[in-house]
């Protein structure tokens, strides 16, 4: 910076009227960027052999901040050099408790407004001979600080006070005395606390006093210095009936563990807020041990954790619903075909159920334990995740017109001219395949049912895996094999229950009719999966994706004439597969990120893009608040939007009441988002939200199948 | 003997779990293969990371406006730096990663005039306004330096030096750490501090 810059005339001459002036106690403000700042202090003199407290006392601009002494993911503390006369020594800052401040994926931690910082000077007994009663003491600090908003800038001031000595204490000046008692206040209490380290995760377990744990208080932890947890992660917080128990990501930039964790509990309920803190010693504990510190919580069911078997039933209820699902029709279609093979043999289809259910289960783990690894990594990442990254979705899109042109006709697979239409264990002679290619197949149409099913989170599956992916790996196993059997047991079962499959419809020539009209609820879901992409990237990235099917479409077809030949041609074959890989290669290579939509979270003419900032301007505004997450991918979504949100009756219900509408669009990957999901036990979309107007605590949440009426009464307060 | 048409199934499911697991987006660690990365710099050239296995990378979180930044940069230690190692032969990418509309970011024609203007050194500067390259290596601040060694892997993550200011002056005998690891890792010898708080103002994703 020029040293002449009109940016430190001002502090210059501020500094100079300090200097001029007869001094009164406190030092005349300094006015600099985005600031104003005095060293103060409640005193009016100092007596030898008693500290006295000064303070540096900022007042910053709207929007502006300071930050903590662990400035967070970026930043720097506030610094002070004293200068004092001989003798004299300053204490250390006493900082008062920061707030989080988020600044997109990054965390802050620091101080809006106002801030005071606290300093005991210690003044000798044998203060030098040369001060004498009535002497002015001048205490001169150098603070150096950096202010910021979406800029910083540094700034410096000299700042001075001056105090008279006297031989006994003068009274103390009220305002200031106002003003330290407060920062006295947030000093923490020192308590115990148990830290346990689970490989990337710390569990502390603190015991606190229940009249602080009213309500469940928005409780946060900041550490004394950065490299120990992940800033930004979520505080995943658990209440127990006396005290909490908190799980903080580990930093995974650190190269080596941790010894010690130490830091501030702050539970931010009615004012003042209240603070505690502790430094303890980390244990790096086998998972079990953390669970018994966690399990606690389990015991005495809170409306954040519902009971474990509870969740294992809505689990599987959730499941079990799944296939009543949209986005899992067309696979479900295939095992239609299957189950109607079997009518009239229950071994048979006892078996093929069990393969089902088996390639279900494979289905699942393979999604929930990358869910789990994804997340135990750094990636903020719920339930549906696959269908953020586009390249999956070509994928999907690819695989799912492949296996419609199979059911078509237009190709066969394998030798026998056995057709994927062998997932539903037909072949074209009417006679069935052999016993283990059923088998398989049963498996693999499990599998395929899974990966299409997961986008409709099902009403009963949001809270199930929200707090699957709370818990330990074990329990969120459990929660997700729960999942699981709900949705393969309809068909585990069927084969138990001969009457159901007596009712059946005989096999027949319709069997080959029905499987080809089932190729095009699958060509509708290629279609839906290409209109996600496009969602992702741009319209003419879609486009390509749609003319790589055509070409991979082309490839079939030739691979099906080759087929069918009776002099088969090696170069034919060649010719099949080059032209279906070309448009296989060309589907899924990963696109240009130029064309990468790069924030779908966008308001269109209803509704508002959601931010948490702009939820509580709104609520602080008075009015009511109506908060809707949802994607492109999410089948749910869309169908209570046109069924609902859509309708003139709901519309005006909003806009008689005045209710502001916010949308939280997940098509991507947000971080925000996923963590506003989490702290609503949530681990996917739908969710809506309703903040009453005036109400100070959590939303309502409404179910995820809405209905015209559910939202009518939430607005109404029902 | 496999079938086909087993081996078509079997494939499915294969395919299904790699899938599920090609999604991830390992976090950067030092001692471990750095996050790919693939942008595009203020001359349109593209670079990745797998163009420059056997030489040496350092990635610089660059935002002109920031104080942090223009202290090594005013102070002339970051071009130094910058010389002093491409010359040799340490491929030295600045990297802009605030978002379009955000303060710092920079479109071609700027980040060219501003690299001229402040006699850049760097390779290049990659202009990263989505914030893709950012976020693979989890960048905080600018500046974040990350020091990659020729065989891919993360070698430093952290700060530039052990001065946290916006003090030119604290240029002067501070330990600068990207040039002990390049130092050291070059050398064939552990990189002694090998991961560090980044300080500076945040990325402005």
């Known amino acids: ?718 | 003997m496999l079938t086909t048409s087993k081996f078509k199934s079997l494939f499915f499911i294969a395919a299904f779990a790699l899938l599920a697991t090609a999604t991830a987006q390992a976090a950067p660690k030092v001692g471990k293969p750095a996050p790919e990365f693939k942008g595009t710099d203020s001359l349109g050239k593209t670079h990745d990371l797998a163009q420059y296995r056997g030489k040496y990378i350092v990635l610089e979180w660059l935002n002109h406006g920031c104080p942090y930044v223009q202290k090594h940069y005013d102070s002339q230690n970051m071009q130094k730096l910058q010389t002093e190692w491409t010359k040799k032969g340490v491929v030295w990418l600045s990297v802009v990663s605030s978002a379009k509309g955000k303060q710092g970011n920079e479109e071609g024609v700027d980040a060219n005039a501003a690299a001229k203007e402040k006699g850049s050194h760097a390779t290049a500067i990659l202009l990263d306004s989505g914030g893709a390259i950012g976020k693979a290596y989890e960048a905080q601040t600018t500046p974040h330096m990350f020091v990659i060694d020729s065989k891919g892997t993360l070698v430093y993550s952290g700060a530039i030096d052990d001065r946290p200011s916006t003090e030119t002056d604290d240029v002067n005998g501070a330990k600068n750490y990207v040039s002990a690891a390049l130092t050291a890792s070059m050398a064939g010898k552990p990189v002694e501090v090998k991961t560090t708080k980044s300080y500076g103002c945040g990325v402005h994703y």
């Open chain 1, 1 to 718: 910076m020029h040293p002449f810059s009109p940016k430190l005339l001002g502090p210059a001459l501020a500094l100079f009227s300090v200097l001029l002036v007869p001094l009164p106690a406190r030092a005349n403000p300094v006015q600099s960027d985005h600031l104003q700042v005095a060293l103060v202090s409640p005193a009016t003199s100092v007596v030898r052999g008693q500290p006295v407290t000064v303070g540096v006392h900022f007042e910053l601009e709207a929007g502006w901040h300071l930050y903590w002494k662990n400035p967070g993911d970026s930043g720097e503390a506030p610094r002070f050099k004293w200068i004092l006369p001989e003798g004299l020594t300053a204490g250390p800052i006493v900082w008062p408790a920061p707030r989080a401040l988020p600044m997109g994926p990054l965390l802050n931690y620091g101080y809006e407004k106002e801030l005071l910082l606290p300093v005991t000077i210690q003044i000798p007994a044998e203060l030098a001979p040369e001060w004498n009663e009535g002497d002015v003491l001048p205490i001169t600090v150098a603070a150096r600080w950096l202010v910021c908003h979406e800029t910083c800038v540094p700034g410096q001031a000299d700042l001075k006070i001056t105090l008279p000595v006297r031989t006994s204490l003068t009274p103390a000046n009220e305002i200031h005395t106002a003003l330290f008692k407060l920062a006295e206040q947030e000093q923490p209490k020192r308590i115990a606390a148990r830290v346990i380290q689970e490989t990337d995760h710390f569990i502390v377990d603190l015991n606190l006093d229940p009249a602080a744990l009213v309500d469940k208080p928005l409780v946060q932890f900041f550490p004394y210095e950065s490299l120990l947890i992940s800033h930004s992660a979520k505080q995943a917080i658990e209440f127990r009936k006396d005290g909490i128990s908190l799980q903080l990501k580990v930093d995974n930039a650190r190269d080596e563990p941790a010894p010690k964790l130490a830091g501030l509990i702050v539970i931010d309920g009615p004012s003042p807020r209240r603070t505690f803190d502790f430094d303890e010693t980390i244990v790096r504990g086998k998972p079990q041990a953390a669970v018994a510190t966690t399990k606690p919580a389990a015991a005495a069911p809170s409306k954040t954790a519902p009971g474990f078997l509870m969740v294992l039933l809505l689990a599987f209820a959730g499941g079990l619903i799944l296939n009543l699902m949209p986005c899992v029709f067309p696979v479900l279609s295939l095992k239609i075909l299957g189950v109607v093979r079997h009518t009239h043999d229950a071994k048979a289809a006892r078996r093929d159920g069990w393969a089902y259910t088996l390639g279900v289960l494979v289905s699942f783990w393979s999604l929930a334990g990358a869910l789990l690894i994804l997340r135990a990594g750094s990636a903020r990442l719920g339930w549906g995740f696959q269908l953020q990254s586009p390249g999956f979705i070509a994928i999907l899109a690819v695989l799912m017109t492949l296996v419609a042109l199979n059911l078509l006709g237009v190709f066969e697979i394998g030798i026998g001219l056995t057709r994927l239409g062998s997932f539903g264990g037909i072949t074209p002679g009417g006679s069935a395949p052999t016993p283990r290619k059923a088998l398989l197949s049963s498996f693999v149409t499990g599998a395929l049912a899974v990966i299409v099913a997961t986008p409709c989170t099902a009403p009963f599956m949001g809270p199930a895996i929200g707090f699957a992916l709370t818990q330990n790996t074990v329990a969120a196993m459990a929660i997700f094999t729960s999942v699981a059997l709900g949705m393969a047991s309809p068909y585990a079962l069927l084969g138990y229950f001969p009457r159901v499959l007596a009712a059946m419809p005989r096999p027949g020539r319709w069997m080959e009719h029905l499987r080809q009209v089932l190729a095009f609820p699958m060509f509708g879901t290629a279609l839906w999966l290409v209109a996600v992409y496009s969602q992702l990237t741009d319209s003419m990235t879609a486009f390509k994706v749609l003319a790589a099917l055509l070409v991979l479409a082309l490839g079939a077809w030739i691979y099906g004439r080759y087929q069918q030949s009776d002099r088969k041609s090696f170069l034919v074959m060649l010719l099949a597969l080059g032209v279906s890989a070309t448009g296989i290669v060309f589907a899924i290579q990963t696109p240009d990120p130029s064309t990468l939509v790069r924030n779908t979270n966008a308001g269109d003419g209803t509704w508002e893009a959601w931010s948490s900032e702009r939820v509580n301007a709104l609520r602080a505004q008075g009015r009511p608040v109506f908060v809707n997450f949802t994607a492109a991918w999410c089948i749910s979504c869309k169908a209570n939007e046109v069924t609902v949100f859509q309708t003139d009756e709901i519309r005006q219900a909003f806009s008689s009441l005045n209710v502001a509408t916010l949308k939280g669009d997940w098509t991507q990957q947000d971080d925000t988002i996923a963590a506003e999901l989490e702290s609503h036990g949530r681990a996917g979309v739908p969710l809506y939200l309703y903040y009453a107007p005036g109400s100070k605590g959590p939303p309502t949440a409404l179910p995820s199948v809405l209905t015209k009426g559910i939202v009518l009464a939430a607005l109404e307060g029902k």
